[in-house]
T-cell receptor, first 116, second 115 residues
């Protein structure tokens, strides 16, 4: 099973709200990713967790706060977002071998976020 | 710097005809190449990858891709297109990084298969 699940599917929030996106995988993968995707554009990497530790932060604004509570779960906490943050937020996971390379990234269906 | 180019924004094919979606890459060292497909309002679905070995890679839904090192290309192909193949296709190369492999994506190619 190569399934990554994401909740909610859709989210509408005001600029003063606090909300969270959730991602879950049960493939035993130890690397998990957050991407942001605008319409008809490629995904843009935001964060990478490797063995529950933050490995990469692509200079993402602090209004986005990732969290990896355990090896199966990845959260993205949102606070004081701007309308330009409206996008599809994708989670992905992959095996993460200590030898320094990773296997295929499997993506979830995404959360469609609208910031009013 | 590593990069991926998909030279066509859109490819139009008649159903039943062969299709090709082009991808060229630029990396240091050995490339690890991937193709993903995205249907409207959905996440990316993995189609196939090249890591090493045979230059012709077979993947999901009847797709295949040919790795050509001299031309630095990894074109996606299918012998007979279906209307249901209409979607957005992304080629990606894995960046060189220590424990986590950052994917470098092309800009995407919209495939339109007409009945």
């Amino acid at each position: 099973d190569t399934e990554v699940t994401q909740t909610p599917k859709h989210l509408v929030m005001g600029m003063t709200n606090k909300k969270s996106l959730k991602c879950e995988q049960h493939m035993g993968h130890r690397a998990m990713y957050w991407y942001k995707q605008k319409a008809k554009k490629p995904p843009e990497l935001m964060f990478v967790y490797s063995y529950e530790k933050l490995s990469i932060n692509e200079s993402v604004p602090s209004r986005f706060s990732p969290e990896c509570p355990n090896s199966s779960l990845l959260n993205l906490h949102l606070h004081a977002l701007q309308p330009e943050d409206s996008a599809l937020y994708l989670c992905a996971s992959s095996q993460d071998y200590q030898g320094g390379w990773t296997d295929t990234q499997y993506f979830g269906p995404g959360t469609r976020l609208t910031v009013l | 710097a590593q990069s991926v180019a998909q030279p066509e924004d859109q490819v139009n094919v008649a159903e039943g005809n062969p299709l090709t979606v082009k991808c060229t890459y630029s990396v240091s060292g050995n490339p690890y190449l991937f193709w993903y497909v995205q249907y409207p309002n959905r996440g990316l679905q993995f189609l196939l990858k090249y890591i090493t070995g045979d230059n012709l890679v077979k993947g999901s839904y009847g797709f295949e891709a040919e790795f050509n090192k001299s031309q630095t290309s990894f074109h996606l192909k299918k012998p007979s297109a279906l209307v249901s193949d209409s979607a957005l296709y992304f080629c990606a190369v894995r960046g060189i990084s220590s424990n986590t492999g950052k994917l470098i994506f092309g800009q995407g190619t919209t495939l339109q298969v007409k009945p």
